[in-house]
């Protein structure tokens, strides 16, 4: 078996959340050495604290990793968030930050992928959603996400990203406000 620092890395971030709690289980699963990302709390020894919307720090603390993969997770997920300026400084300008740090890895990585979110279609009351329905976002949320979207097109000649847009989803581990 290979040793812990010879595994590929996977940088995960937004690894404390709902979602990310099992992809870091898949990831290491799948033979990758994963470091996680957290914004809040002391970090973890997998895992390194950052606040994304702090371009410097981030372009600071990526400078010296070369992710294979990076997933990233990290965001305000709350539709009904209050503060619309906090939703697009994660949503938005962290990412871009993000992006700009993995452009400038001396090694990019083989996949970037986004997080965006089923909600940038709005309601068009359709019965099946798919993507070739154009957008409508209906709140701040899904504009901070659907903007992300357009932004993160601005560096895909330099990263190979990829950009999911998951709809609703719950299990085990979810916080209550989701519910």
Sequence with gaps: MASESTLPLALLTGSRGFTGRYLRAELAQAGYRVLGMVQDGAPADD?????????????????????????????????????????????????????????????????????????????LGAEVLDESMAPRPANDYAVSKLAMEHMARLWMERLPIVIARPFNYTGVGQGEDFL
């Design 47 to 123: 895992e390194i604290a950052l606040d994304l919307r702090d371009r410097d720090a981030t372009l600071r603390a990526l400078a010296p990793l070369t992710p294979v993969v990076v997933v990233h997770l990290a965001g305000i997920a709350q539709v009904a968030h209050g503060d619309a300026a906090a939703l697009y400084q994660t949503n938005l300008v962290a990412t871009r930050h993000l992006l700009e740090a993995l452009a400038q890895c001396a090694a990019p990585p083989r996949a970037v992928l986004l997080a965006s979110s089923g909600n940038v279609y709005g309601n």
